[in-house]
Structures are given as C-alpha cells and as structure tokens.
C-alpha cells in the first residue's frame, strides 16, 4: 500500500480538513503523517508528500527541506503553498516591521523577510490549487479514478446562464441583494471571475449565490500570460455582460477581497521565476 504524509507549514489547516472530509482513498494509501490527526516528530519516508501552507518562517524552512527528499513525489496543495495565501499578508512593510523588530524573542521561529510558495524552496512535482481544495479534487489526486475529468473554467462547471438583455449599470457589492437562482451572477451586478478561473471545484461558490473569486488560479489559457493579459481577459468579459464604467470595473478587480486570490495569477509566469507547466497543475 503507497503511504503519504501531509506537512503543514504556514496556513489555516483548511485543505487538511477537505482531506479528511473525502475517505476513498483510504483503501489505497497509509497516511504516515499529519500533525493534525497523527502525533509524530518527522516525516517518515513516503510515496507522495501533500504541502500545504506557505515558507513564512525558519521552521518551515527547515522542515521543508527536511521533508521533500524523503518523498517520491511532493504536491503543493491550496493556495498557500502555490501563493503564499492569507500568509502572504505579512510581506507588506509595516507588517514586517513589527514582527522582524525584536529578534530577542524566545520559543518562537523567526519570521523570514517575505512568505514564499514552496517551489521558491524545493522542487515540485504537482500543483493542486484551491482554498482549500475540494474533497473531489483530493481524492483525483490520491486515486486518480478513470474518467475523472474537469471543466476548463468555473464557467463551465457553474452552468448559470448568461443574458444578453440584462446588463447592470453598477455593481450590485459583494454578496449583496437578491441573487437569481439560474442566471450568470455577472448579469447581476456581481463581480465573478468564474471565466478566468481554472475549473475542476464544480462552481460551489457560484452555484450558491457567491461570486468566484479565483482561487484554484488561472485556467490553462491564461497560466502561462503575463498579468496584463489575464486581467484584460477579466475586464472584457465584464465588460461584454454589463455597462459597468470600465474605471469601477478597474477598480473593484483591485478591491481587498479580490486581490488575495487574483493577483496570484501573476504568480505562474511572473518574471524572475521558472514558469509553472499547465501540464503540472491540476
């Protein structure tokens, strides 16, 4: 039986819970490690290391680094581990300033200058995104049932349809008003990312009433563009199902709750880093 182990490093134990919501794979792997649920001190050699999380301090550094060579294959799981996630918070300055400041603190790592993904740190054989992934999208990593297959873009999966006869003016605001049950949340004054996104979550948000906010990253078309062109991409097809003012629409693709997740797009091709292959990402 393969075994595998699930190293946390700097995130909200999310992805670990979807995991543990999905139990198929118990009849093909051992887990061997996962501090969440098995008490151990290191990471035993496995077939397949699950990380989660981001590099944002000296003891994930460390156990990183300890633990990549003993697995036959490492996967960076969620947003954290591919983005640096809600970590990544922290590399803004005055942040850092606080926490960088007193280096006479006891017991408690020292914060590095900036949250890094993992693949800054060691080699990545897969990516797995999501915040968190979902139980589905684990067990096709784990088990990788026959025919297993995901829609290009979130749009896809969602299947709410889109209007021609109903373009908003103005933003309706985040998860503000009445939502119709049937009909493409952009056509509603809602700010969706749906077309950008890759697919393979099933549209949970979506199809619940609450605008895709982009973070199982960019679908294949986009994965390898450099950030002007995702965001072009995401202006015009807003722009196609509303009158929105392209300034507002500029604007609110900036606004807080967007930018955790949106701006990690940039992060597949930016410049100074080896590309990440659609081919690797799930």
């Known amino acids: ?35 969440l649920v098995i ?25 990183l680094r300890r633990a990549a060579p003993q697995a036959g294959k490492v996967v960076a799981i969620g947003t954290c581990a591919i983005s640096g996630g809600v970590a990544s918070l922290g590399d803004r300055d005055d942040v850092r300033e606080v926490f960088l400041a007193d280096r006479e603190r006891h017991h408690v790592p ?18 797995l995104p999501g915040c968190p992934p979902t139980p589905e999208l684990f067990m096709a990593l784990l088990t990788e049932p026959p025919g297993f297959k995901t829609g290009a873009i979130v749009c896809v999966e969602c299947r709410r349809k889109k209007l021609k006869d109903m373009r908003p003016s103005r ?3 985040f998860q503000r008003g009445e939502v119709e049950p049937d009909i493409c949340l952009i056509n509603q004054g809602f700010l969706c990312i749906g077309s950008s996104t890759r697919g393979g ?44 003012p392209a300034a507002e629409i500029d604007h609110e693709l900036r606004s807080p709750h967007l930018s955790l997740f949106l701006f990690q797009f940039s992060d597949y091709s930016s410049p100074g880093r080896t590309p990440r292959p659609k081919e690797k990402v799930m």
């Open 1 to 35: 039986m393969k075994t595998f182990a699930v190293l946390q490093l700097a995130g909200c134990a999310g992805c670990e819970v979807s995991l543990l919501n999905a139990d198929e794979w118990m009849g093909g792997y051992r887990l061997a490690y996962m501090p």
């Open 39 to 63: 008490s151990a001190h290191d990471v035993p050699e496995v077939d397949l290391l699950l990380v989660s999380g981001g590099v944002r301090n000296e003891e994930d550094l460390y156990n």
């Open 110 to 127: 020292h914060l590095l200058p900036k949250c890094r993904p993992i693949d800054a740190v060691v080699p990545v054989d897969q990516y």
């Open 171 to 173: 933003f309706a605001g």
């Open 201 to 244: 979550c099933r549209a949970p948000c979506p199809r619940a009433g609450h605008p895709c906010v982009g973070c199982r990253g960019p679908s294949d078309s986009l994965i390898e563009k450099e950030s002007a062109v995702w965001m072009s991409s995401i202006r015009r097809v807003i722009s196609g199902l509303t009158d929105i």
